[in-house]
């Protein structure tokens, strides 16, 4: 397993806990068919919103697990601001959902496998808001061939 | 009026008819107190999505205007992708938004007022698909008076 951290902060035990609990949610979305991510939203050591990628069952681009948990987790706050949460995500959020974490000045993001076709990261570590510490590579393995069969599988019928 | 193309693409009749109406959708958000930004996505002359700002009134910052368009457009069509369709937005998309509308492979995207401070072009052009043609300045002055007046207001009464 490699971790790599953007900010050299060191991985906390509760990260890997919170890691396997998105994974549950990636699965969730491999059962539908979908590529599989998902996202748990941590606030003070309580999921309080969670999501896996639904893009295609709901013809949607915006279905990414991250986009869901946001949601999910501004409802349950009542707030839009998640600056005390912990966003725990399968796969290196998009721009689109780096783009979403700057408005909600969430307090850190912790990704598992780094995306380097649609990796925020490759364009720029400046989309996230200065307040935000992210961190990548936690169970970057298991999170990384969870994708990667999916497609392969994919292409292997088509 | 000034008009300004990344693309140096002349500007047709019917984007002041659609821009026109992006701005009805903008004063709904204005009416309900939220920042002033409408939405339309139109196919073939079509309008077949709207969306106006309500982060405020449904906490949540994934609800800016253009989300809400693609999502309607992507229900209305029956498919994630909007290959033959232009979005019109009164302000310049954020980096959510313009990471979205890469994901919708989107033909077209007409702007209204630039946004300097958080508009995508200042970060990077590249966050749109490559298909995906833009334009900004259609109705510029009205468009950003709109904002402008909108936080003017809200400043005089802090």
């Known amino acids: 397993m490699k ?11 509760e990260d ?16 539908a068919d979908e590529i599989p991510v998902g996202a748990v939203l941590v606030c003070k050591g309580r999921v309080i919103g969670k999501g ?3 893009t295609q069952k709901l013809n949607d681009v915006t279905a990414h697990a991250e986009m869901q948990a946001f949601t999910a987790a501004s409802n349950f ?9 912990t966003l725990y ?9 780096a783009g979403a974490a700057y408005w909600t000045q969430i307090s850190r993001i912790v990704f598992g496998a780094h995306d380097p076709q649609r990796g925020f ?12 510490q ?9 999170c990384s061939e969870l994708v990667k069969s999916f497609f392969q599988k994919k292409r292997n019928k088509s």
Chains 1, 2 share one sequence.
């Open 3 to 13: 971790y790599y951290s953007f900010t050299n902060e060191p991985t906390i035990p």
């Open 16 to 31: 890997d806990f919170f890691m396997k609990e998105a994974l549950k949610e990636a699965h969730l979305a491999l059962a």
């Open 52 to 54: 896996h990628n639904l």
């Open 77 to 85: 706050l009542g707030g839009k601001y998640l600056s005390d949460c």
């Open 89 to 97: 995500v399968t796969l290196e959020p998009c721009v689109m959902c």
């Open 121 to 132: 990261s490759r364009l720029s570590q400046n989309i996230l808001h200065p307040k935000t």
């Open 134 to 142: 992210f961190i990548g590579g936690i169970f970057e393995e298991e």
